[in-house]
């Protein structure tokens, strides 16, 4: 494209919405999720959507390829390239998707169908919506598509299926689909939030390129401030279906006008803003890991080791943060501290007890003093059962109480997590993401443990939400001066965290040590990077970074 | 593929070699002495009984008389029935019947039974789902026989429109009316099953994929949504046709058709061993192929569980 078709395109809109309002009907009843929104959309621009869950971003973007549900009731206006999404009929819409506007999703592996080869998924759009191409042409085309994601030996990925793709991969083969007909917008609806971040870091370099060579304008829903910093140009936020603010992303980020923005910034988590105090030195060590193997038995006999020789060990009111991306081990190590994982090698200790020596019932006995919390809240509680109930269930096991003294101590680890003691009798799907996760704190604390461990006890959070369990993490432990091992795949959380941090890869502890020291001044490459791909919550550092890798 | 082909192939002989023995230990373990049914009222003098005995190697042990029965199987020599018959030109002349019949009953029950399927879970709760579910439901309550004599007076005596019994019409007349009435119970598991996969499939994301994309939906529900909701419908339909060719006896009795299913009825009335051990063989080889068929097509339809 020559310099001049490009600012001509600059100034045309390929999507405006207006006055946008979509409602659920849900048994007779009307439910809103998305009130009186505007925005338009410039060719070429980046803009995105940004909000918490439950703010309508998704459902905005959905509404704009008409992709929502028969019982949606929607108003408004929305028009892409000239067409009046919402008015068409089917074969108005039919004309939009795929050749003037293209979807992506956030789960790759799920929006492709597993069924077919990747090169069949790609050249049956083109079959469709280019009929005048021959089968030859089609399959050069999509060659073609492959290298522009830039995925390696295109002829060969064209022949896989989607579960022989990594995550990186299958999301690229999705967005080759998106651009296969040209579209003059891409939505892409939290693209990267499934992927670890080296990949996401991958992903987002690959919209870059793709922007500056094809011109697309991108619609880019997400919930991370720091990808909107490295993303857009143009940013709407969203909150429980309105549209609080719409700014460019350096005024968003520099001088945010709504309140709510404020807040969201503020709740993002940033590396090299933690700050704790050093421990004594002489605390008691609570868990000891000493050249701890973990092998799962893989097919024909072969093992497949998950944890290779980690070494590392927690005292009393210390928290260490074990960092990997997914396979990295870490979640196989939190499992083998409580025996669920299969240790072939290495001791762990805990409270100066070598775990191994130990009969069943011995055993059972330590568990009592190691308190876990899961990843996923609301699966973690069982639905049948109040949250009192769930929170005294440890207690009965172990401790013979009295009802009253029971019922006391369910209503003080409420109140300790900050829930009010009245709500013992709600069940878990009364309770937020949030609340939930602070149910399953309190049960894991309920026995007073010496050691808790927190296996992605915010990944599934918003925010704003993550920012206040994270907080009552903190004080919880300066009070109860329990050991805690954080699993996490996020650097920034662990940063404002923990006291020690390990590093693992592929089963390895690649660097091991001071928070502050591994942070601020990582000695191994792979630290590095993992750092350097966190994309920062501010557009002009975020581009400094993007121009020079190194810059940190 | 190989390894996993192999370690198959061995489960299956070892479940070959049980089972028959099972059965043939049942058989010849049946209280009543075959030698003496054969005199009929008058009772046959010792020295005939002590011949026949051995004729039929009656007086060795169990597992002897097994090994010797195996060893005929393997040179084609599936025994001979105590009158003097082959045991395998018998079955030959009654296996096209069942065969037909089965097969016929098979495709009633993969276009009916896919295709109400797939229009009900298309749109759930709907009146045509409703309607569906309702009259799948009521077939299946009524017993096979109670259909098939219904049928008999309905289609047979009143509207005459097809035979009442007997094979003399040939295919497809004369098999259509006893193929309904055993594909109905298969037909109406196989629409269930189907709609509830078709279900699944729908809410799936690649789906929404696949709207955004663009593409028409007589691709999307023909194509991608078919292929990926009939692999747990193949299954049961691959199982199915095992018990369409083994359980044909009652029908083949309403509707007096030669088949495999009455020479087994006949079998066990008669106390024909080898006949029974026989036609229970053959059903066992049945079963166990379509076993591994269907391991094959789950493969072919779905990449995921490919062996390697």
């Known amino acids: 494209m020559t310099e001049k078709t490009m600012s001509e395109n600059q100034s045309t809109t390929v999507l405006s919405v207006r006055d946008l309002s979509v409602g659920f009907r849900v048994g007779g009843q009307l439910i809103e999720a998305v009130r009186c929104v505007n925005f338009d959309l410039a060719a070429g621009e980046a803009l995105a959507i940004v909000g918490e869950s439950g703010s309508g971003k998704s459902v905005t973007s959905l509404a704009a390829l008409g992709l929502l549900p028969p019982n949606a009731e929607i108003a408004g206006e929305i028009r892409i390239g000239g067409v009046d999404v919402i008015g ?7 004309s939009v998707r795929g050749t003037l506007a ?37 399959s050069q085309r999509a060659v073609e598509l492959l290298k522009l994601v830039e995925i390696p030996e295109p002829e060969v990925k064209l022949a896989s299926y989607p579960h022989q793709l990594s995550g990186g991969q299958a999301q690229r083969v999705m967005i080759a689909i998106a651009l296969a007909c040209d579209p003059a917008v891409l939505i892409a609806d939290e693209p990267t939030t499934a992927l670890d971040v080296t990949v996401q870091r991958d992903i987002l370099d690959v919209l870059h390129r793709l922007r500056e060579r094809l011109g697309t304008a991108i619609v880019m829903i997400t919930h991370d401030m720091g990808v909107v910093a490295d993303f857009a140009d143009r ?20 001088a945010p006008r709504a309140e709510y923005t404020r807040a969201l910034l503020a709740a993002v988590p940033r590396i090299g803003a933690g700050q704790r105090e050093h421990l004594p030195e002489d605390e008691r060590t609570v868990l000891e890991i000493e050249n701890l193997t973990v092998e799962y038995r893989g097919r024909r006999g072969r093992n497949i080791r998950s944890v290779d020789d980690v070494s590392f060990r927690i005292r009393e009111g210390e928290m260490l943060g074990l960092v990997g991306e997914s396979g990295s081990g870490k979640s196989s190590i939190g499992k083998s501290i409580i025996g669920l994982a299969p240790v072939s090698g290495g001791r762990i200790t805990i409270s100066g007890r070598d775990i191994s020596a130990l009969s069943r019932r011995e055993m059972r006995k330590l568990k009592s003093h190691i308190g876990f919390v899961f990843q996923n809240p609301s699966g973690a509680l069982d639905p049948r059962r109040t949250i009192g109930q769930a929170i005294a269930a440890p207690l009965r096991v172990h401790d013979s109480l009295t009802s009253a003294q029971l019922s006391d101590r369910v209503s003080k680890l409420l109140e300790s997590v900050e829930l009010p003691a009245h709500w013992s009798a709600r069940y878990p799907h009364e309770l937020s993401g949030g609340q939930s996760q602070r149910v399953s704190i309190a049960r894991a604390l309920a026995l007073d443990p010496s050691l808790l461990i927190a296996d992605e006890p915010t990944s599934a959070l918003d925010v704003s939400v993550q920012a206040t369990v994270l907080d009552l993490l903190r004080r919880l432990q300066h009070e109860l001066h329990f050991a805690c091992l954080f699993i996490s795949h996020d650097l920034a959380v662990v940063d404002s965290l923990c006291d020690q941090v390990l590093v693992l890869k592929e089963g390895v502890s690649v660097e091991h040590g001071e928070r502050s020291q591994i942070l601020s001044s990582p000695q191994h490459p792979y630290t590095h990077r993992l750092l350097s791909a966190v994309p920062y919550p501010d557009p002009d550092k975020q581009r400094r970074r993007r121009e020079d890798p190194l810059a940190g | 593929m190989i390894r996993y082909a192999s370690r ?22 049946l209280p009543g002495d075959p030698i003496a ?8 003098p010792d020295n005939v009984v002590a011949q026949l005995r051995d004729q039929y190697n009656l007086n060795d042990p169990i597992w002897l008389q097994y090994l010797r029965y195996i060893g005929g199987l393997f040179t084609g020599d599936l025994g001979t029935t105590f009158d003097g018959a082959s045991v395998s030109s018998r079955m030959a002349a009654r296996w096209p019947v069942t065969i037909t019949l089965a097969l016929t009953a098979w495709g009633i029950e993969i276009i009916i039974g ?29 017993p096979v026989f109670v259909l098939g004599v219904a049928a ?20 497809p007349t004369a098999y259509l009316l006893p193929a309904v009435v055993i594909a109905v119970f298969g037909l109406a598991a196989v629409s269930r099953l189907m709609r509830g996969s078709v279900v699944d499939t729908m809410r799936s994301d690649f789906v929404r994929t696949l709207v955004a994309k663009g593409m028409p939906n007589s691709s999307i529900v023909g194509l991608h949504v078919l292929r990926n909701s009939v692999a747990p419908v193949l299954t049961f339909l691959a199982i199915d046709l095992g018990f369409l060719l083994g359980g044909t006896v009652v029908i083949e009795g309403i509707f007096n058709l030669p088949g495999i299913g009455q020479l087994l009825f006949d079998g066990i009335r008669t106390h024909e061993g080898p006949t029974v051990v026989g036609v229970g063989t053959a059903l066992i080889v049945i079963f166990l192929v379509i076993s591994v068929v269907v391991d094959l097509i789950n493969s072919a339809l779905d990449p995921r569980i490919r062996h390697d």
């Open chain 1, 235 to 254: 940013v709407v936020v969203m909150r429980d279906g309105r549209v609080e603010e719409t700014a460019p992303s350096r005024q968003l980020f520099s």
């Open chain 2, 8 to 29: 198959r192939i061995l489960e299956l002989a070892i479940v070959f070699v049980g089972v028959t023995f099972l059965i043939y230990l049942m058989v010849f373990s």
């Open chain 1, 102 to 138: 293209a979807m992506i999703f956030q789960d790759p592996f799920g929006a492709l169908d597993p069924v077919f080869t990747v090169g069949y998924q790609l050249t049956e759009m083109l079959r469709h919506h280019r009929r005048e191409m021959s089968k030859q042409e089609r």
């Open chain 2, 37 to 44: 049914a054969l005199g009929g009222n008058r009772p046959l």
């Open chain 1, 88 to 94: 068409a009929g089917p074969a108005g819409l039919a």
């Open chain 2, 152 to 171: 008999q007076l309905l289609f047979g005596l009143q509207l005459g429109w097809f035979p009442v019994a007997g094979v003399s019409d040939g295919w």
């Open chain 2, 114 to 142: 896919i295709g109400l399927g797939l229009i009900a879970g298309l749109r759930p709760g709907g009146a045509v789902d409703r309607t569906i579910l309702t009259a799948t439901i009521i077939a299946t309550s009524i």
